[in-house]
């Protein structure tokens, strides 16, 4: 814990924070450089596996926290939670929770010259629910709550108030950011997933200078790629081998490809994502135009995995 206390030390002393606060934030960053390489930016994730009894909170969390696609987030289940306590010299706002009850945290930072970290005690056992924010071993504000849920609607204001980029994103950050937003919808199987939709490309489609049809193609082959690249022996596997006849590989490459582009485009119509009533005649034609473009282009992605 040396860089923890060599920062700590400095922002007492020479920038007259106060230890209480200051203490505490540079155990926080401490730990986050633990967990950072289990993390993915723009992305809240479970820094320990997950009990069936954390499911229903994690899941609850995921859907009301959204993140800008700059923001590490961790999120502690009780075994790694109960790690982590304020120091005994802490202000007495920020002892949230008793040492001997059950402990869900939420850790967001935002990285840069000067982190601003976001502390969430989200146990309906605290006696304190609520949100401390950090920046420079200084306490910028601390909010209170009744209920783990008003809290967790809450988060998102505190999120995008304190820590979202505020500049405008580029190109690739907003595809992450739609990207991030769709994989959640799909892990859960909701359409109420928190999402600004001023940042999204599924949204906002002129946010990357096109229109919705193809927005929803980019999309659905974006995330269809991702699934590719994280388990490609899975995929290739389903696959006649690549020594074998080229045209029976890539007629199934063409039939695997419309099979997973459809599953999708069903969850899009059964979550009422997207009202395909509403398409004009020429929106109706360039659909079928972008499913067969993007067939074609899935089935090459999926003919180059290694089988």
């Not at 982590?84 to 990285?111: F, G, H, N, T, W």
């Not at 979202?164 to 799909?186: C, G, M, P, Q």
């Amino acid at each position: 814990m040396e860089r923890m206390t060599s920062k700590a030390k400095r922002w007492i002393e020479q920038e007259n924070k106060d230890p209480r606060s200051a203490r505490w934030q540079a155990a926080i960053e401490e730990i986050m450089t633990l967990f950072i390489p289990r993390l993915e930016k723009g992305k809240l994730t479970p820094v320990s596996p997950l009990e069936e009894q954390d499911l229903p909170i994690f899941k609850s969390a995921l859907a009301s926290i959204d993140l800008s696609p700059g923001l590490w987030a961790a999120f502690l289940p009780p075994s790694a939670a109960a790690l982590i306590l304020p120091p005994a010299d802490s202000m007495e706002e920020l002892v949230r929770i008793d040492k001997d009850k059950p402990s869900y945290k939420i850790i967001i930072q935002r990285p840069g010259k000067e982190s601003r970290i976001l502390c969430a005690e989200i146990s309906e056992h605290a006696h304190r629910i609520g949100i401390d924010i950090f920046q420079e071993g200084a306490l910028l504000g601390s909010f209170n709550y009744e209920t783990v849920q008003i809290c967790m609607e809450e988060m998102t204001k505190a999120i995008r108030a304190h820590a979202w980029e505020k500049n405008e994103w580029s190109r690739e950050a907003t595809i992450a950011y739609t990207v991030n937003w769709f994989e959640k919808v799909l892990c859960l199987e909701r359409a109420d997933v928190n999402v600004e939709e001023k940042r999204s490309f599924f949204h906002s489609p002129t946010l990357i200078r096109t229109n919705r049809v193809d927005a929803l193609f980019r999309l659905l082959t974006a995330v269809l790629n991702l699934r590719f690249q994280a388990d490609p022996e899975k995929f290739a596997a389903s696959l006649p081998a690549k020594t074998g006849n080229r045209e029976d590989r890539m007629s199934a490459c063409s039939s695997l490809a419309e099979s997973y582009l459809l599953d999708l485009l069903n969850i899009v119509r059964s979550l009422a994502l997207l009202d395909f009533k509403e398409f004009t005649d020429q929106e109706e034609k360039q659909f079928k135009t972008e499913f067969t473009r993007s067939v074609r282009k899935l089935s090459s992605d999926l003919d180059k995995l290694a089988s």
